[in-house]
């Protein structure tokens, strides 16, 4: 079936469901940019997060899910109706992942889990750097995601909706870009302080708090002329000058051929 045409009754009958399971609320969609490519990077509590950040965006989207989802009763059906595409879980999927990044360089939504796996207590686990990359390659802006209940739907373990009693929540942050996250740094360690830093975000904003700042990295420190030992009584200190030429003079000089090799090790 088009999309066009599935995605409006899925989300009716999402709805619906909704209201049996607990109700549901959506939050800070006005943060999700109308046009143009954007990763959601949600947590993953459970195996109801797919469809249930798909029907809370205000656009279309494309979410990747683990092949795993896509043989289960109603999440399955719901999960393809919505765009769904799978991944292969534990292994690197370059298949899954280039199509992701395709698909955000069309201009299109797509939704990414990055703990890469289910949390087994609701927190939220370390992010795998691999969104940073997909969304680097793609050059697109990065939405923090949060949802809230979802895991008294569908538990850790278990495979069958349930009633939780309680309304389920689906919070969007402000976009980061990934330059934002990585503070410029270039780099497998930049994509990794990347990743605990939208951690960083998401942790914000499951407790419903702004973005905390980025501290700021402490400058050398230099010594002071209170931690400048003192000389030895009885004995003249000699200008700075000077003694920076007798410490000039007494430095050696290396071999010609140490030079050579220290010149080469820098090309």
């Not at 009754?9 to 399971?21: G, M, P, S, T």
């Not at 989207?61 to 896509?70: L, R, S, Y």
């Not at 209940?149 to 402000?174: C, E, L, N």
């Amino acid at each position: 079936m088009p999309y066009w045409f599935i995605r409006p009754i899925a989300w009716v009958v999402f709805h619906l469901c909704y209201i049996f399971f607990g109700g549901i609320r959506f939050q800070g969609r006005e943060h999700v940019p109308k046009k143009g490519g954007v990763l959601i990077t949600p947590n993953h509590i459970s195996d109801a997060d797919p469809p249930t950040v798909a029907i809370a965006l205000p656009r279309d989207a494309w979410v990747m899910a683990k092949e795993e989802i896509f043989s289960m009763k109603i999440i399955g059906p719901f999960s393809r109706w919505l765009h769904g595409f799978p991944v292969k879980r534990y292994t690197a999927d370059r298949a899954a992942l280039r199509r992701a990044e395709e698909l955000l360089k069309e201009g299109n939504a797509v939704i990414i889990f990055p703990e890469g796996k289910l949390s087994p207590d609701g927190q939220i686990q370390p992010l795998l750097p691999g969104v940073l990359l997909i969304a680097k390659g793609a050059d697109v802006p990065i939405v923090p995601t949060i949802l809230i209940g979802t895991d008294k739907i569908i538990p850790y373990g278990s495979t069958t909706p349930r009633p939780s009693g309680k309304r389920t929540i689906v919070r969007f942050g402000p976009p980061v870009t990934v330059a934002e996250l990585t503070g410029g740094g270039k780099g497998s360690a930049a994509m990794h302080r990347g990743a605990e830093r939208l951690r960083e975000l998401m942790l914000a904003l499951q407790r419903g708090e702004p973005y905390p700042e980025r501290p700021a990295e402490a400058a050398p420190e230099t010594p002071t002329e209170a931690e400048t030992p003192p000389s030895e009584p009885g004995v003249k200190t000699p200008p700075e000058s000077a003694r920076n030429d007798e410490e000039t003079d007494a430095q050696p000089v290396a071999p010609l051929n140490a030079q050579t090799e220290e010149f080469q090790g820098k090309l």
